[in-house]
């Protein structure tokens, strides 16, 4: 790429996605400053491009210290995640992660693809590890192709563990990591996990308006909760960081942000009807690959 397509494209990006790569940022900042640095490059543009290219990494920074439920994920590497807070939080995502890598079942063997393959206390900190690159979904833009796909593989993973009895009551970008190389998920944290219809201990501070309204007068871990939340990431991820999505119809298919926008209640029929919604919008699904 020449000096002026560089500078273009940085200056007409409006997400840090469109320069940069979460896993390669920090190579990528130092090759770009060789050739844009005003005191190497004539362009008149430059230090506007150096600009903007030092606001994009000074956010990619921040995102390898993210705050979440618990107090501070650190990204170690792509494949592991150091968690260290509230100790009593910690230790509860830690035995509720547990409990359900205890799950004996057919369908919980197959769902296991969903959670990281481990979850380590140690002293004072949790420590995570997965054999694939993951990356959390916090300020992550993605296409819409890319977010269909996600949401899908969330759609089942909330009507797995109403199979098995539990609900989330924590679903948000600090707690769900996606696997580029296959598009899965990897559930990252269990803070607020609860049997179903049993009462709520704790939900996220953090994501308060993103649950329905029923919570705070019912207090109970039902269905709902998981599916609304997993509704609210997919907005998120389409480029709503409100989570309310109405403004994302003049982009999308009003079709789908109807949908996740719709009040659902029970996951399996949800997750089904959602995979007939996309046939219908974009047949037969295909693997693109995803590049962050």
């Known amino acids: 790429m020449n000096t002026d397509t560089l500078i273009h494209q940085v200056l007409n990006s409006s997400h840090y996605s469109e320069i940069f790569s979460r896993f390669t940022f920090k190579k990528q900042y130092i090759d770009y400053l060789k050739v844009l640095h005003p005191d190497i490059c ?18 990619l920074d921040k995102y390898q210290k993210i705050k979440d439920d618990g107090g501070e994920m650190q990204i170690v590497n792509p494949n592991q995640i150091v968690f260290k807070g509230d100790e009593n939080l910690l230790k509860k995502s830690f035995t509720n992660f547990d409990k359900l890598t ?27 590890h997965h054999k694939e690159d993951i990356i959390p979904l916090t300020g992550l833009l993605l296409p819409e192709k890319h ?17 098995v009895g539990y609900c989330h009551a924590g679903l ?3 707690a769900i990591a996606v696997v580029p190389k296959t598009h899965g998920i990897i559930v990252l ?8 219809n049993q009462k709520l201990s704790t939900i996220s501070n953090r994501y308060l308006n993103w649950y329905p309204n029923s919570i705070f007068t019912e207090k109970r871990a039902v269905p709902y909760i998981d599916l609304t939340l997993t509704q609210r990431i997919a907005l ?12 994302l119809k003049k982009i999308h298919s009003s079709q789908l942000i109807d949908f996740l926008l719709e009040s659902h209640t029970i996951p399996y029929e949800t997750f089904d009807a959602y995979r007939k919604l996309l046939n219908s919008l974009f047949g037969k699904p295909k693997f693109y690959p995803l590049e962050i």
């Not at 491009?49 to 606001?55: D, L, S």
């Not at 977010?147 to 199979?163: C, G, I, K, P």
């Not at 944290?189 to 179903?196: D, E, N, P, V």
């Not at 389409?238 to 109405?246: A, F, N, R, S």
């Open 236 to 247: 998120y991820l389409l480029g709503d960081k409100t989570g309310t999505g109405v403004k």
């Open 42 to 59: 004539s362009h008149p543009q430059a230090t506007e491009a150096v600009t903007q290219i030092n606001i994009y990494k000074d956010e």
């Open 147 to 163: 977010v269909t796909w996600l949401t899908s593989r969330l759609f089942e993973f909330v009507a797995w563990l109403n199979q």
């Open 102 to 128: 205890k799950l004996k079942d057919e369908a919980s063997k197959h769902f296991r693809k969903y959670l990281p393959d481990s979850l380590e206390w140690k002293v004072d900190r949790l420590e995570l």
């Open 172 to 174: 948000n970008p600090e």
């Open 189 to 196: 944290s269990f803070y607020h996990l609860s049997y179903t």
